[in-house]
């Protein structure tokens, strides 16, 4: 255990759903993470938040959308997603940026 | 932007090696060097972080070092196990994007069998 938790562990949905994944770390850390991991690419950042405050976008796509209501808790609310979008979704914190990150077990997300 | 290549990308050898592991990146300025483990449709389990002041990390049976002005890291991994078998990443923050950014390689998968 991390310290990360992450739920669903496992989400189907179709292209017109909407759904939301929930992160949440129990290490009194600042800064958290969303990433994503598709087969056979790097690992990519999605989103950064410091403090509450997102300090990060990477060019994601709006049906994307990120959710900090505080230190503790992040979330990720997904609506029309495409196929392609289907892929591990990682949550990271850290005490705050750039220090060591440990992440949550990750939700495996399958869009139909 | 920052890329980092991990070589090789898949290892597999007999329990009881002594291995290597490299990860190199372009940018040498750094913040640190993380070091993760991750098992098949799981998370990522932090191994070592070398800060961009430090030589090397010891964990165990895991040795990192790190040579920030040639843009290279090893993770040594001494007298390997069959519970060893996993992808090991190497991933950078770097001074010159947001704080806490980290660019991650595509990793090594490592089987180590009896």
């Known amino acids: 255990e991390t310290g990360v938790t992450q739920t669903p562990r496992h989400l189907v949905m179709g292209m017109t759903n909407k759904k939301s994944l929930k992160c949440e770390q129990h290490?009194?850390?600042?800064?958290m993470y969303w990433y994503k991991q598709s087969a056979k690419k790097p690992l990519e950042l999605m989103f950064v938040y410091n403090f509450k405050e997102q300090t990060e976008n990477n060019s994601v796509p709006s049906r994307f959308s990120p959710e900090c209501p505080n230190s503790s808790h992040l979330f990720l609310h997904l609506h029309t997603l495409q196929p392609e979008d289907s892929a591990l979704y990682l949550c990271?914190?850290?005490?705050?940026?750039?220090?060591?990150?440990?992440f949550g077990p990750g939700t495996r997300l399958t869009v139909l | 932007k920052q890329e980092v290549t991990q070589i090789p990308a898949a290892l597999s050898v007999p329990e009881g090696e002594n291995l290597v592991l490299n990860c190199s990146f372009t940018d040498s300025a750094i913040y640190n060097l993380q070091w993760f483990r991750q098992d098949p449709g799981k998370g990522l389990t932090s191994l070592l972080l070398?800060?961009?002041?430090?030589r090397e990390q010891t964990s165990g049976r895991l040795n990192a070092s790190l040579d920030k002005s040639s843009g290279r890291s090893t993770l040594y991994i001494a007298a390997s196990q069959p519970g060893d078998s996993a992808t090991y990443l190497c991933?950078?923050?770097?001074?010159?994007?947001?704080?806490?950014?980290?660019?991650f390689g595509r990793g090594t998968q490592l089987t180590v069998w009896p």
């Open positions: 990271a914190s850290s005490q705050q940026g750039p220090d060591e990150q440990f």
């Open positions: 070398i800060q961009s002041s430090q």
């Open positions: 991933a950078v923050a770097d001074r010159g994007s947001t704080l806490g950014r980290l660019y």
């Open positions: 290490l009194g850390h600042n800064a």
